[in-house]
């Protein structure tokens, strides 16, 4: 409009000096940028408001998606680059369907408004413009793939920063006792580095090609001034025309040099998209379950079940049979890396891909929809993990959260953690810090295990759930569970052999296969490997 506006205000005015042009001309400029400011903000704030649903709206699908994804992606994938994904390249791509689209639309519009405006005073002048067309497009294509590749170089070493960042700040003491400091600042100088690189190489293709499209478009003006004002062709305008025509042609620069800059937005944009959407294409856990089942009595039986972590490892679990029957307590013992973990890890179907038939209360665990056989377990991992929250809401976590302070209370008690709990300055609301960082190591398992009795579970998992704690609490733990823990189906992971002595049955792994099964006196006349375990460590409580 702008450019259309010249010329009836040089005709106009200056040369024809109509009264009605003279009147109206400074009212149509005011006219014309009261629309743009009003289009300016309408549009500025509805993109806002598109761009703020795209990041909030992929980010919660993000979020959503990666809670249920199976156990064995979060084995594979860098919690650092997962967490890029959510904080950082979501931004991206909001701003490459936002602020890109919205260059592209406006600027695309205005290129084309302008060009219509030239050809409509001048056709064969401006195919001279229209000429370069071709030529941008090759440089744009090229520098694209430049563009997308550097994103995805940025993004990866932001990955990296996270990652490294993240795991250095929660090892503090490891770093300061093993000299760790140099190596941490080199590690994460190197990453900090390719992160600045990968940017400046962005930098400079945006900074190379820009000025490249702009000055191939002045080329094409140039031909144009010059053939206008050499073949005569100037005669064919009236002043006003060849004014409104010039005010077009350098109003394209603008838009043309926004569209080459926009340019590495859109391809951050793609590239991020590309990750975004290949995450949430990955498949969350199949719940393959149709059987709901209402009175869980805890019966267990592992029918040779076989597992491995990754297609082309070796087996973790080979051909192991065993039968739980429902309140018993079953313990498995056997070295470091045996696979107990990975046993008691199969039966809320954490990993679903193993060999062989699991079954409780004889139905397929497969066969149970997921959040019905979940239900069934109250589960202490062998790694606490406590929430940044008070301690109350630590042992009510989750399906729990209704429950009344007097349950906690009770749960606390059992869990031998009522006391310390007391003296915290706030008692059941004191913070626990980032994964209870405030607390000590058996606190913090004694709270684990307040959530576990809490949960009030038919089947309770119990993987090292006391190895951190003294002899006294645990012996005063065990006699607390054994009360709750009475017609609920227990299995025991302890390296502490006296703990488990109580155990209906004791199973003995060793490189994941049975070795030996029976109770602790059948086990210790057996005078197998149970007997020089239990040997070994009692010699050195002798000792
Ligand atoms: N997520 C995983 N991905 C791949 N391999 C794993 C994974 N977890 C464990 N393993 C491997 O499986 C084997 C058994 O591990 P598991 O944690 O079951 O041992 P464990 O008997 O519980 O040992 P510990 O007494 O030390 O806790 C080990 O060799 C380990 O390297
Ligand atoms: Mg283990």
Redesign the pocket.
Known sequence: MFAGYIKPLLDGTFMDKDPDIIRWAPFALLFIFLLRGISGFISGYYLSLVGRYVVTTIRRQLFHHLLCLPLSYY?KNNSGQLITLLIFQVEQLAEAATKGLKVLVQDISTVIGLLALMLYYSWELTLVVLLTGPIIAVIISFVSKRFRRFSRQIQASVGDVTQISSEALAAPREIRIFEGIDDEKKRFNVVNERNRRSFMKRVVTELLSMPLVHFIVAIALAIIIYIATHDGLINQFTPGTFMSYMSAMMLLLDPVKRLTQINSTLQSGIAAGENIFSLLDNETEKDTGTQQLKQVKGDIEFKQVAFR??ES?SD?LKSVSFKVKAGQKIAFV??????????VNLLPRFYNYYKGELLLDGVAITDIKLDNLRQQFSYVG?DITLFNDSVGNNIAYGKMRHASKEAIKQAAIAAHAFAFIEALPHGFDTLVGENGTLLSGGQKQRIAIARAILADAPILIL??ATSALDTQSEKAIQSALSVLLKGRTTFM?A?RLSTIESADQIIV?EQ?EIVERGTHQALLAKEGAYAKLHRLQFDRLDS
């Open positions: 084995d972590y990754d490892g973790t056997g070295q470091s890396g045996s696979g107990k973990t990975t046993l062998q993987d090292e992971i390296h792994l994941g």
